[in-house]
């Protein structure tokens, strides 16, 4: 296929696809998929509800159309699937996305076409569990008919500087004739450049162990964290010293959820079983990590006790839902089990989180918002998310919603160290 004349359709429009969608349609035809309604009549008036993209920006799309019609993707002859690849209740993958999507796309395919893959999966995924699929719908011969690219995504939602043109791209193919024109493709919107791997196997391998690499970080210092405090040594102060030396890594203890961090490592842990290895070492990352909702909200329970504040029919508020800053995303956050956590004690617990909407809050977890803290009303504060908006607003005005005796928590050293103040 000449490059020239790809007419792209990209499926599924969350963090990763509608960028992606938007960025191509400023140089082709490209159609934006998501059998969401909703998202797609939004989205469709400039209006995105996950504030990633202006409805400015959105205008850029001049070559794009927003669809949830499933007929208009026969025009296309470049397919990009960008469907989310979640864990089960048992961490096991869930490949119901990407099979589903692999056969809305198969109905659609004809000779010469190619299928792009940026969902994160575990190495072999896309031969094992989407070219059947896509051959089955088809019709077609793989590497004959169809071909077929891997191309990891690398979103960072809430980011406003690492966007999806200024971030080296990996690419791959089934064949070298599909590696050039897959690398070519997206070297028309990426300003970065591009790493072309040599298989779509080593180019799965790559994305699923960049997360996998930031969990087992994460899981040491907050293991570190949990050291520090028993000998009464503060973690920020200990980290501060240590990162003065040259190749310090430096990362800081917290809550690890979203769609990313909390997820890709059981995919390669799930490969590596299923082959025969039992990956200790990435699974004790997990572990700890998994169990940070439940340690912080028995440390905040101890210093209300420390400080003789009764935990049963205690007001206490969690500032923030999102699995990460800036960002409305409350997929697989751990600040749900903090939550729980403190609920289990038989406390009253208030939820304040402004870049979360109350319908998904209620939706997701059962929990209820409130739109602004009462004034002198908590027992206890916990600054569980890292917004801006909290930082800007201030300590004075976070202590204005608690009471004068009071415990004040901060999860991601919102602040600097201060009288009153409790960190991880």
Known sequence: MKLEESKIAVIGLGYVGLPLMVEFAKHFPTVGFDINEKRVRELAKGKDIM???SAAELQTATHGQFSYDPTLLADSNVYIV??????????????????NACELVGKALRAGDVVIFESTVYPGATEEACIPVLAKVSGLTFNTDFFVGYSPERINPGDKKRRLTNVIKVTSG???????????LYGTIVTAGTHPASS????????????????LNIALVN???????RLGIDSEEVLEAAGTKWNFLNFRPGLVGGHCISVDPYYLTYKAQEIG????????????????GTYISERVVKEMTRNCIDVVDSNILVMGLAFKENCPDIRNTRVAELVKGLQGYHANVDIHAPWVSSESAMEEYSLNLVEEPQAEKYDAI????????FREAGLKQIRHYAKAQHVLFDVKYLFPRAENLTRL
């Open 174 to 184: 089934s064949n070298p004739e599909t590696l050039e024109f897959v690398d070519s």
């Open 82 to 99: 960008t469907v989310p690849t979640p864990v089960d209740q048992e961490n096991r993958p869930d490949m119901s996305y990407l099979t």
């Open 223 to 229: 293991e570190l964290s949990i050291i520090f405090h």
């Open 277 to 292: 290895y039992h990956p200790e070492v990435i699974l004790a990352g997990r572990r700890i990590n998994d169990e940070m």
């Open 51 to 53: 504030k990633d993209l």
């Open 200 to 215: 779509i196997k080593v180019a799965e391998a790559s994305k699923v162990i960049e997360n996998t690499q930031r969990d």
């Open 382 to 389: 916990v600054l569980a998310v890292a917004h801006d908006c």
